[in-house]
């Protein structure tokens, strides 16, 4: 393909593009293929000669697209928002344009210095405190992640080098390998099952301790775990508190937990992957009351930020506690000497590579204005509201919990069988998409206002399709 041809199937592509999003209405959400309906469509092998550019355009209408769930549908409320915008794709454009790959300052200055700019941003926007800022004295700072589950695991191994290096100054007789074999890990039985994984990734026995009634883990739970533990001749290490937990956005109580975790010299790790992102609004900050007592916060920017994925925005408060675990030098890999404030990203993250990420929450941040995401925030969390009062006039249903951020959980008063009934009903017609988790016991039905396109006449149309399925299981309605 020549210049001139990526020109014309560049526009193209971006009209496709386009086009899908007005007319995005038109789709139900959930496809309807079969398991192994593409690879039934697509030749075995790859072609041996290059394709006519117009055909591919084609080729993906007519065979990828029947098979993509629409996310970015107003119908779409399940799980967590995943982010997208025209101003993020346009970053991605670009950085996919140039090509880059930032393994050193020196492979390419503007996406390590575009990064700690954009992460001071988000950092001051989200009101962390200064010592997590690249911008303040200390040597705390911000670097974007592919994922959060890449954030909780790369800071689970720091966590786990910075405990040993202080038991080996105490005692350097210690052996290593059995210590830190006694290292433990703690969180919630609420937490993500990245945080879990993290565990088996790294090797550090993770203990999901029990939440109390509303989903938070309380401290005493976590104090008792760590005598337990010590009592066993085990060590604790690391801890992760979720702010915005998956099921049903429930927040843990730092302001709780970090003391404890201060006192015993726990690493505490910060999981707000969704609700993080609502911390732009100073209304919502007083949910992160404690944070100075973090050593590390992420939250993901491709979740409800607007940013495609993959952004996921980790800050630390010391920098080196990551460079003294992951520091591996090569003779072809040239550190910043000069500049203190120039971070070698490559050694606060697993992989060399890195893609300049940053392009596109800058191009965010810039179209929209801080006033813009926050009043994306804002109002989808309104519409989360609106559905709730939409249930709560049915008597047939009952919220539970409250409505947290932009999720709302709702269920049949008829008992779990009937609500997982009108889900599976609803999940088979495609026209909206929901998943369910559990509270308190019981199953409950997630409602999340996941796309920016969604405004109050498509939670209207949701909550309808909802009430005519009801209307199928319980035809005797008591409203
Ligand atoms: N933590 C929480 C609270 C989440 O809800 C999720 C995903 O929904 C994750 C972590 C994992 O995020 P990622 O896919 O970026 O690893």
């Given at each position: 393909?020549?210049?001139?041809?990526?020109?014309?199937?560049?526009?193209?592509?971006?009209?496709?593009?386009?086009?899908?999003?007005?007319?995005?209405?038109?789709?139900?959400?959930?496809?309807?293929?079969e398991?192994?309906?593409?690879?039934?469509?697509?030749?075995?092998?790859a072609?041996?000669?290059?394709?006519?550019h117009q055909?591919?355009?084609?080729?993906?209408?007519?065979?990828?697209?029947?098979?993509?769930?629409?996310?970015?549908?107003?119908?779409?409320?399940?799980y967590?928002p995943?982010?997208?915008?025209?101003?993020?794709?346009?970053?991605s454009?670009?950085?996919?344009?140039?090509?880059?790959?930032?393994?050193?300052?020196?492979?390419?200055?503007?996406?390590t210095?575009?990064?700690?700019?954009?992460m001071?941003?988000?950092?001051?926007?989200?009101?962390?405190?200064?010592e997590?800022?690249?911008?303040?004295?200390?040597?705390?700072?911000?670097?974007?992640?592919?994922?959060?589950?890449?954030?909780?695991?790369v800071?689970?191994?720091a966590?786990?080098?910075?405990?040993?290096r202080?038991?080996l100054?105490?005692?350097?007789?210690?052996?290593?390998?059995?210590t830190?074999?006694?290292?433990v890990?703690y969180?919630?039985?609420?937490?993500?099952?990245?945080?879990?994984?993290?565990?088996?990734?790294?090797?550090?026995?993770?203990?999901l301790?029990?939440?109390?009634?509303?989903?938070?883990?309380?401290?005493?739970t976590?104090?008792?775990?760590?005598?337990?533990d010590k009592?066993?001749?085990?060590?604790?290490?690391?801890?992760v508190?979720?702010?915005?937990?998956?099921?049903?956005?429930?927040?843990?109580?730092?302001?709780e937990?970090?003391?404890?975790?201060?006192?015993?010299?726990?690493?505490?790790?910060?999981?707000?992957?969704?609700?993080?992102?609502?911390f732009?609004?100073?209304?919502?900050?007083?949910?992160m009351?404690?944070i100075?007592y973090?050593?590390?916060?992420?939250?993901n920017?491709?979740?409800?930020?607007l940013?495609?994925?993959?952004?996921?925005?980790?800050?630390?408060?010391?920098?080196?506690?990551?460079?003294?675990?992951?520091?591996?030098?090569r003779?072809?890999l040239?550190?910043?000497?000069?500049?203190?404030?120039?971070?070698?990203?490559?050694?606060?993250?697993?992989?060399?590579?890195?893609?300049?990420?940053?392009?596109?929450?800058?191009?965010?941040?810039?179209?929209?204005g801080?006033?813009?995401?926050?009043?994306?925030?804002?109002?989808?969390?309104?519409?989360?509201?609106?559905f709730?009062?939409?249930?709560q006039?049915?008597e047939?249903?009952?919220?539970?919990?409250?409505?947290?951020?932009?999720?709302?959980?709702?269920?049949l008063?008829?008992?779990?069988?009937?609500?997982?009934d009108?889900?599976?009903?609803?999940t088979?017609?495609k026209?909206?998409?929901?998943v369910?988790?559990?509270?308190?016991?019981?199953?409950?039905?997630?409602?999340?206002?996941?796309?920016?396109?969604?405004?109050?006449?498509?939670?209207?149309?949701?909550?309808?399709?909802?009430?005519?399925?009801?209307?199928?299981?319980?035809?005797?309605?008591?409203?």
């Amino acid at each position: 393909m020549n210049s001139q041809e990526f020109r014309e199937i560049g526009k193209a592509t971006i009209d496709l593009i386009a086009d899908y999003h007005d007319n995005i209405r038109n789709r139900n959400v959930l496809p309807s293929v079969e398991p192994g309906y593409l690879l039934k469509l697509l030749p075995e092998d790859a072609p041996e000669e290059p394709e006519d550019h117009q055909n591919v355009l084609k080729d993906f209408c007519e065979t990828i697209m029947p098979g993509i769930t629409h996310w970015q549908s107003p119908q779409f409320h399940a799980y967590f928002p995943t982010g997208q915008s025209f101003a993020s794709m346009i970053g991605s454009i670009l950085s996919d344009g140039l090509g880059v790959i930032g393994i050193t300052w020196n492979a390419s200055p503007a996406c390590t210095e575009l990064e700690v700019v954009t992460m001071n941003w988000l950092g001051k926007l989200l009101g962390l405190p200064e010592e997590f800022l690249n911008c303040s004295e200390g040597p705390g700072g911000g670097i974007i992640q592919g994922s959060a589950s890449e954030a909780t695991l790369v800071c689970l191994l720091a966590a786990k080098d910075k405990k040993i290096r202080q038991l080996l100054e105490n005692d350097p007789t210690l052996d290593e390998d059995q210590t830190k074999n006694k290292f433990v890990a703690y969180t919630s039985d609420q937490c993500n099952s990245s945080v879990e994984k993290a565990g088996v990734l790294g090797s550090m026995k993770m203990r999901l301790l029990k939440s109390d009634n509303n989903g938070q883990l309380r401290a005493q739970t976590l104090k008792d775990a760590f005598e337990e533990d010590k009592a066993k001749g085990l060590i604790p290490c690391y801890f992760v508190a979720n702010l915005g937990t998956t099921g049903i956005c429930a927040f843990d109580l730092i302001y709780e937990i970090g003391p404890i975790c201060q006192e015993e010299g726990v690493w505490l790790h910060v999981d707000a992957a969704y609700a993080g992102a609502a911390f732009i609004c100073p209304e919502y900050r007083h949910l992160m009351k404690g944070i100075e007592y973090a050593d590390s916060f992420d939250m993901n920017a491709h979740k409800w930020l607007l940013v495609n994925f993959d952004c996921s925005a980790m800050w630390v408060k010391n920098s080196y506690d990551l460079i003294n675990a992951f520091d591996v030098q090569r003779i072809y890999l040239d550190d910043v000497k000069t500049a203190a404030k120039v971070p070698d990203y490559r050694h606060w993250q697993m992989p060399l590579g890195r893609r300049f990420r940053s392009l596109k929450l800058w191009t965010v941040i810039k179209m929209y204005g801080a006033e813009g995401l926050r009043k994306h925030i804002r109002d989808q969390i309104s519409l989360a509201q609106y559905f709730a009062k939409l249930v709560q006039r049915d008597e047939r249903f009952v919220v539970e919990p409250e409505p947290s951020m932009a999720l709302v959980c709702f269920r049949l008063v008829n008992g779990d069988k009937i609500t997982r009934d009108l889900l599976d009903n609803l999940t088979k017609k495609k026209e909206l998409f929901m998943v369910g988790c559990t509270y308190r016991e019981r199953f409950v039905i997630r409602f999340v206002i996941c796309s920016r396109f969604t405004n109050k006449e498509d939670v209207e149309t949701s909550w309808n399709i909802i009430k005519e399925e009801a209307d199928q299981l319980i035809p005797e309605k008591m409203n």
